[in-house]
């Protein structure tokens, strides 16, 4: 089975300090990583993807995360927030080539000026 | 390149009513994915188009929805006769190529139905 878990449902940072969104997974295959972000009225966006390379990825708008098997953990992080940041991310999960999106509850990103 | 669209934007129904949502996947894209999105809640899998055959449609509440993408571009998605629960956003996907988790899933912005 196939689970992940958002660790916070409503994170708020101010302008220009660093972002930590954090996820963990549950996956009885190898798992693939995602992280979407969904601003208002508009489409989910991919960020980035994990999928059994280099552990360490690095995604759009300066946003990067990190697989860790032994913590099974993917957590999201940026070094200084922009107020452009200010949105919903899900962190999702798949096996490995299948591409049944598990997706998180979603953290709620503030971005305060 | 032009996006996923959907339409309507917005749809309200009392219960009991049937209501049918439009997907157009970006051109080319050979899977088709519908989710329901429920307020607080991240997406959910109800259906995925391969061309115009169904691979997945194990979460689909077969009993009061339905989908067709007919000719493996279009599609649409029914509910027939709606429920309250079924208020949520419904959000159409589409990817290039076999349904893997190599091809990147492109989102449309989404049907928001409410059930009064």
């Known amino acids: 089975a196939q689970s992940v878990t958002q660790l916070d449902s409503h994170v708020s940072v101010s302008e220009g300090t660093p972002v930590l969104l954090r996820c963990n997974y549950s996956?009885?295959?190898?798992?693939?990583l995602f992280w979407y972000v969904q601003h208002p009225n508009k489409g989910l966006q991919l960020l980035l993807k994990?999928?059994?390379?280099?552990?360490l990825v690095k995604g759009i708008n300066g946003f990067e995360a990190e697989f860790k098997k032994s913590e099974t953990s993917f957590h999201l992080t940026k070094p200084s927030a922009h107020m452009s940041d200010a949105a919903e991310y899900f962190c999702?999960?798949?096996?490995?080539?299948?591409?049944?999106?598990?997706f998180g509850t979603g953290t709620r990103l503030t971005v305060i000026p | 390149e032009a996006g996923v669209a959907q339409s309507p934007r917005y749809k309200i129904i009392e219960k009991r009513q049937s209501v049918a949502f439009w997907c157009n996947p970006i051109?080319?894209?050979?899977?088709l994915y519908w989710y329901q999105q429920i307020l607080g809640q991240g997406p959910k899998l109800l259906i995925q188009?391969?061309?115009?055959?169904?691979?997945?449609d194990s979460q689909l509440p077969k009993d009061r929805f339905s989908a067709e993408r007919l000719k493996g571009v279009d599609s649409t998605l029914k509910i027939q006769p709606a429920k309250l629960e079924d208020s949520a956003v419904y959000l159409c996907?589409?990817?290039?190529?076999?349904?893997?988790?190599?091809?990147?899933?492109?989102f449309g912005p989404g049907t928001r139905l409410t059930v009064l």
């Open positions: 051109s080319g894209h050979a899977t």
């Open positions: 999702v999960v798949t096996p490995t080539g299948a591409n049944n999106l598990f």
């Open positions: 994990y999928t059994s390379a280099a552990t």
């Open positions: 996907a589409s990817s290039p190529g076999l349904a893997s988790s190599y091809n990147e899933q492109f």
């Open positions: 188009f391969q061309n115009n055959g169904v691979v997945d």
């Open positions: 996956s009885s295959y190898s798992p693939s």
